[in-house]
């Protein structure tokens, strides 16, 4: 199992590193690249056609202000594509998030929260889980583990009344 993890500047990489750490810790294989579908669109149809041969099997796109990178890489291909729309402008991320949800029939992107890497991180382990044991069982696990630390937190709270 492999996602690749693009992003439109090397700016966008604190947001998906969590991510990319995420996709590990569920076994996960993150191929990470920087491309803008702006500056430079070939590069990115070449990566997205490409991917299949590498195994790739699911998209995590980042891209802030007019954020059309998730979408370019959706036309060049019928694997999952992830949407994060990253806060990049006064805007606080709405500009990057209506270009990244708005797409055609057709044509579409899972999108995410702005900056809502982690989640695409998820989603993506989801995505391949329907297919692997391993991996519905390990998201499980990190759902319960979730769980359990809200009950820590709930407790340490509880502690200061």
Do not use: C
């Not at 700016?11 to 810790?25: C, T």
């Not at 991917?51 to 007019?66: D, N, Q, S, T, Y």
């Not at 606080?92 to 990244?100: I, P, R, Y």
Request: no cysteine; net charge positive; proline share 6%.
């Amino acid at each position: 199992m492999k996602v690749a993890v693009v992003m439109g500047s090397d700016s966008d990489w604190p947001i998906l590193k969590p991510a990319v750490d995420l996709l590990k810790q569920f076994g996960i294989e993150a191929e990470v690249t920087v491309a803008s579908a702006h500056r430079t669109p070939a590069k990115v149809r070449e990566f997205v056609l490409a991917a299949p041969e590498k195994g790739i099997r699911a998209f995590i796109v980042a891209a802030g202000a007019a954020a059309h990178l998730a979408g370019v890489v959706a036309s060049y291909t019928t694997l999952p594509v992830i949407g994060v729309p990253i806060n990049a402008t006064p805007l606080n991320g709405m500009d990057a998030l209506l270009s990244t949800v708005q797409m055609p029939s057709g044509v579409p992107v899972a999108t995410m929260a702005v900056n809502g890497a982690k989640n695409a991180a998820v989603f993506a382990a989801q995505i391949f889980a329907v297919s692997d044991e391993s991996l519905a069982k390990k998201l499980q696990e990190y759902r319960e583990k979730m769980a359990q630390d809200v009950e820590k937190k709930s407790a340490r709270v509880a502690a200061q009344i």
